[in-house]
């Protein structure tokens, strides 16, 4: 695990990941301290806490209005589908593997 330090809203957080997620991680912390500073910014509310909860709402709601087009798989969230296409990789390369070794 990686220390990643970073601030969201002024103040500093320690943060740890795998190097591989930290262009993501700190892709997050970009969203998420943005989406704070937005609120505080619209000086409806005050408190952190109520800052933070605000932003939380409105990230979620974005992540919840994130699906697939209609059709069979309306339903589905775009991270669902990219962790459906790692898995059929993952089983493609588990049998693409053995067929390749025996043709050598």
């Known amino acids: 695990m990686e220390r990643v330090d970073v601030s969201i809203?002024?103040?500093d957080y320690s943060l740890a990941c795998l190097p591989t997620e930290k262009e993501a991680l700190l892709a997050a912390v970009r969203h998420v301290d943005q989406r704070m500073l937005g609120v505080k910014g619209s000086g409806k509310v005050s408190s952190n806490e109520r800052i933070a909860v605000m932003a939380a709402i409105q990230i979620a709601g974005e992540l919840l209005t994130m699906?697939?087009?209609?059709?069979?798989?309306?339903?589905?969230?775009?991270?669902d589908?990219?962790?459906k296409i790692d898995d059929m990789n993952d089983l493609l390369d588990q049998i693409a593997t053995p067929a390749l070794q025996q043709q050598k």
Do not use: E, S
């Open 81 to 83: 589908f990219k962790r």
């Open 67 to 79: 699906r697939a087009p209609d059709g069979p798989l309306g339903n589905v969230a775009v991270g």
């Open 9 to 11: 809203l002024g103040r």
